[in-house]
C-alpha cells in the first residue's frame, strides 16, 4: 500500500488531501452556521461529504496542470504546489463568510498563499509523509459520512414505519401541488390554448373549483397553510425563516393514524426538509443527488455556478432541479415499497416556475420561446408585447409538458388499480404574473394572476364526477378536507371540509377563510407592490378587496374580472362596500399590516 501511494505525484497528492480537508472544513462551518446560529444554507443533508467531494474535484485539476507542466519541463517547484494549494484552501473557507467582498476574499488567499510558498517548501518533506498517510483516512472519512447519512436515514425510516399504530381502513390521500400554476392558463378555466387536455380530463372525474384562492402567492407561506390550515399569521413561515413548529401538520397526524406518509419535491430552495416542510413524512425526497448539487455544495463551486455555470447549475435551471418525470419516477418507486398502509403522498412539480425552460418535444409548440432570465424584472422596464408572448410561449409550453407527465403518472396509477382507494387533490401553491399589473414572476403581488389556482378533488364513488363549484374557497380548507376523509378528529385543524359544497350545503363559509397575505418581499425593486410594506386581500361576497402600500386600496368584481383589470373603488358599489370590507380584513389581520 505504501508503495502504491507514493506513486501518486506530489502535485497531484497536495491537490487532492488539501481539497478534502478544504471540503471538510466546510462542512464544519456550515453546521456552525445552521445549528449554532440557525442560519438557512438551503443545501441538502448530502452536504455533509457533498463539499469535499466537491473541493476534491475543484482542486484536483490544477493539482494535475501543475504535475503535467513540472514533468514536461522536468522540473520540481513545491512552492508553486504549496503556494496554489494553499489559496485555493484558503480562498474556499473565506468565499463561506458572506459579508467579505470575494475580491478582499482572493487578495487575502493570495497573500497567505504567497507565505505559504515560502515558508512550507522547507518542511515539504514532511508534509508530503503527512499527506500520503492520511489522505485515506480522509478520503474513508467522506465515504463513511456519505454511506452513513443514507443508510441511517433508511434505518430512521424503518423504525418510524414500525412505529405507527395499525393501519386505519381510511383512503389512500394523494396531493399534487403545481408549483406556480396560475388557473387562468389550464383549459378547464377557459385558456384558449391546448396547455392542459390531461388535467382537464382529469378534472371530468371528479369537482372542479372554479375560484380557488392561495393564502400566499409564493411557496413556502402556501404550502405551510396547506399542510396546517392556518393563515401566515398564525405561524412563523418567510424568506428566510422556516416553518416553525406551533401547529401540527396533516402529515404528522396522518402519520399518527397509521398513514404511511411522503413526500416527493421538486423545488429545492423553498420545499425541502431545511424549510420544515417535511415535517410529518416518514419519507421525504428534496435535493437530488446528482452533479449540479454536488458543485454547489461548495462555496468554489457556488462562485463557479454564478460565474460561469449559470446557464447549467441555476437553482431553477434543468440540472439544477428535478422536473415532472423524475418526481414521478421517485413516487412510483416508494409506491413499490410501501404495502398494507393507506398512504398520504406529496408531490411537489416545479416546471412552470421560471426560467421557464421547455422539455422537448414541448418547447416550441405555442411559439417562440425567450428564457426568463434574458429580461430585466423591474416593471417599470418597458416591456414590449413581443417579450411578454415570447414567456407565455414558453411558460405554456412547460405547462404542456407537465400536463403530459401528469397525465402519464394517473395512467399508471390507473394500470395499477390504486386510483379506486385515493382521494386525489390536484391543486398550485400560487400562480404567476404575466404582467397584467406591470409585473411578472409571483411572490411580489396579491393580484389574481398571482393567486388564483386550478383545485381540483377526486375520488371515486364518493366525489361526483364532471361538478364544478363557483362558490370562492381558499387552500388553507385543504387541511381539514384531507383530515375528514382519513377520519381525524374534526378539532385538530381550523377550517371546514369543501366537501359540503357538493353536499350538505354551498355557502362558503366565513370570510376569515379567504385570505391572501404577502410579507415585503427582499431584493425587489421599489417600483414592486410588495417592495417595501405588506399586502393583504379578502374575498367578500361578489368583491375582492385588496389593501397595498401607504393603504392603498383597491375593489375588484370577483364574477365579471377574471384578470382584476377594473379597480372598482371610486365606483358607488366599490364606496358603498369598502366599509365591510375593512373591517373584515381588519378582523383576520388583526393588526398584521400594521407590525
Known amino acids: 500500500m505504501s508503495g502504491a501511494r507514493k506513486l501518486i505525484p506530489e502535485p497531484i497528492l497536495l491537490a487532492a488531501w488539501t481539497g478534502l480537508a478544504a471540503g471538510l472544513v466546510e462542512t464544519l462551518l456550515l453546521g456552525v452556521q445552521k445549528f449554532a446560529f440557525h442560519r438557512l444554507v438551503f443545501l441538502s443533508a448530502d452536504a455533509l461529504w457533498m463539499p469535499a467531494v466537491a473541493d476534491f474535484g475543484f482542486f484536483l485539476i490544477p493539482g494535475l496542470v501543475l504535475w503535467l507542466v513540472a514533468r514536461a519541463r522536468g522540473m520540481t517547484s513545491r512552492a508553486l504546489w504549496f503556494g496554489v494549494c494553499a489559496y485555493l484552501f484558503v480562498q474556499s473557507v473565506l468565499f463561506m463568510y458572506k459579508p467579505l467582498h470575494k475580491g478582499a476574499a482572493m487578495l487575502i488567499a493570495l497573500g497567505l498563499a504567497v507565505?505559504?510558498?515560502?515558508?512550507?517548501?522547507?518542511?515539504?518533506?514532511?508534509?508530503?509523509?503527512?499527506?500520503?498517510?492520511?489522505?485515506?483516512?480522509?478520503?474513508?472519512?467522506?465515504?463513511?459520512?456519505?454511506?452513513?447519512?443514507?443508510?441511517?436515514?433508511?434505518?430512521?425510516?424503518?423504525?418510524?414505519?414500525?412505529?405507527?399504530?395499525?393501519?386505519?381502513?381510511t383512503p389512500n390521500i394523494l396531493l399534487l401541488i403545481l408549483d406556480t400554476t396560475r388557473a387562468l392558463e389550464l383549459g378547464l378555466y377557459g385558456y384558449e390554448r391546448n396547455t392542459s387536455p390531461g388535467i382537464d380530463r382529469l378534472a371530468r372525474s371528479g369537482v372542479t373549483f372554479d375560484r380557488a384562492f392561495a393564502t400566499a402567492p409564493w411557496t413556502l407561506p402556501s404550502h405551510a397553510s396547506i399542510f396546517t390550515g392556518h393563515l401566515p399569521t398564525d405561524f412563523n413561515a418567510d424568506w428566510n425563516i422556516p416553518l416553525d413548529g406551533r401547529r401540527a401538520t396533516v402529515a404528522e397526524a396522518l402519520a399518527s393514524h397509521g398513514y404511511a406518509t411522503a413526500g416527493f419535491v421538486a423545488n429545492t430552495i423553498y420545499a425541502?426538509?431545511?424549510?420544515?416542510?417535511?415535517?410529518?413524512?416518514?419519507?421525504?425526497?428534496?435535493?437530488?443527488?446528482?452533479?449540479?448539487?454536488?458543485?454547489?455544495?461548495?462555496?468554489?463551486?457556488?462562485?463557479?455556478?454564478?460565474?460561469?455555470?449559470?446557464?447549467?447549475?441555476d437553482d431553477y435551471k434543468p440540472l439544477a432541479h428535478k422536473d415532472a418525470a423524475e418526481v414521478n419516477h421517485e413516487f412510483t418507486r416508494w409506491l413499490d415499497s410501501n404495502q398494507g398502509r393507506p398512504f398520504f403522498a406529496f408531490l411537489n412539480y416545479f416546471d412552470t416556475h421560471s426560467p421557464y425552460v421547455p422539455r422537448a418535444p414541448?418547447?416550441?409548440?405555442?411559439?417562440?420561446?425567450?428564457?426568463?432570465?434574458?429580461?430585466?424584472?423591474?416593471?417599470?422596464?418597458?416591456?414590449?408585447?413581443?417579450?411578454?408572448?415570447?414567456?407565455?410561449?414558453?411558460?405554456?409550453?412547460?405547462?404542456?409538458?407537465?400536463?403530459?407527465?401528469?397525465?402519464?403518472?394517473?395512467?399508471?396509477?390507473?394500470?395499477?388499480?390504486?386510483?379506486?382507494?385515493?382521494?386525489?387533490?390536484?391543486?398550485?401553491d400560487h400562480g404567476e404574473e404575466m404582467h397584467e399589473h406591470g409585473v411578472m414572476d409571483h411572490g411580489n403581488s396579491i393580484y389574481r394572476p398571482a393567486v388564483q389556482v386550478p383545485l381540483i378533488i377526486m375520488y371515486p364513488g364518493h366525489v361526483p364526477e364532471g361538478v364544478r363549484v363557483s362558490t370562492p374557497v381558499t387552500l388553507r380548507d385543504l387541511t381539514q378536507t384531507m383530515s375528514e376523509y382519513a377520519g381525524l378528529d374534526a378539532t385538530l385543524f381550523p377550517g371546514r371540509s369543501l366537501e359540503r359544497l357538493w353536499t350538505r350545503d354551498s355557502t362558503a363559509g366565513g370570510a376569515d377563510t379567504l385570505?391572501?397575505?404577502?410579507?415585503?418581499?427582499?431584493?425587489?425593486?421599489?417600483?414592486?407592490?410588495?417592495?417595501?410594506?405588506?399586502?393583504?386581500?379578502?374575498?367578500?361576497?361578489?368583491?375582492?378587496?385588496?389593501?397595498?402600500?401607504?393603504?392603498?386600496?383597491?375593489?375588484?368584481?370577483?364574477?365579471?374580472?377574471?384578470?382584476?383589470?377594473?379597480?372598482?373603488?371610486?365606483?358607488?358599489?366599490?364606496?358603498?362596500?369598502?366599509?365591510?370590507?375593512?373591517?373584515?380584513?381588519?378582523?383576520?389581520?388583526?393588526?398584521?399590516?400594521?407590525?
Not at 528 to 551: D, F, M, N
Request: proline share 7%; with cysteine.
Open 362 to 428: 414541448f418547447d416550441g409548440r405555442f411559439g417562440p420561446t425567450s428564457p426568463r432570465t434574458n429580461i430585466p424584472l423591474d416593471p417599470q422596464t418597458d416591456w414590449s408585447a413581443e417579450q411578454i408572448a415570447l414567456q407565455r410561449n414558453a411558460y405554456d409550453a412547460c405547462m404542456a409538458y407537465m400536463d403530459s407527465e401528469i397525465d402519464s403518472l394517473f395512467t399508471e396509477l390507473g394500470r395499477r388499480g390504486i386510483l379506486s382507494n385515493t382521494v386525489v387533490i390536484l391543486t398550485a
Open 272 to 313: 425541502t426538509r431545511e424549510m420544515g416542510l417535511d415535517r410529518g413524512f416518514i419519507h421525504y425526497e428534496d435535493h437530488p443527488l446528482s452533479l449540479a448539487q454536488t458543485i454547489k455544495s461548495s462555496t468554489l463551486g457556488r462562485a463557479l455556478a454564478g460565474r460561469f455555470f449559470r446557464t447549467l447549475f
Open 515 to 595: 385570505v391572501t397575505m404577502l410579507s415585503p418581499t427582499p431584493g425587489l425593486p421599489l417600483s414592486y407592490p410588495a417592495a417595501k410594506e405588506r399586502l393583504a386581500s379578502i374575498v367578500l361576497g361578489k368583491w375582492r378587496y385588496i389593501r397595498g402600500p401607504g393603504k392603498q386600496e383597491q375593489v375588484f368584481d370577483v364574477d365579471t374580472d377574471r384578470f382584476e383589470a377594473h379597480d372598482l373603488v371610486a365606483t358607488p358599489e366599490g364606496v358603498q362596500a369598502l366599509p365591510g370590507l375593512r373591517a373584515a380584513l381588519d378582523r383576520v389581520t388583526n393588526g398584521w399590516m400594521t407590525k
Open 115 to 169: 507565505q505559504c510558498a515560502r515558508r512550507l517548501p522547507a518542511r515539504g518533506d514532511r508534509i508530503v509523509r503527512i499527506a500520503r498517510r492520511t489522505l485515506p483516512l480522509l478520503f474513508g472519512l467522506v465515504l463513511v459520512l456519505a454511506v452513513g447519512l443514507h443508510v441511517g436515514q433508511g434505518i430512521s425510516e424503518r423504525r418510524k414505519l414500525a412505529a405507527l399504530p395499525p393501519a386505519p381502513h
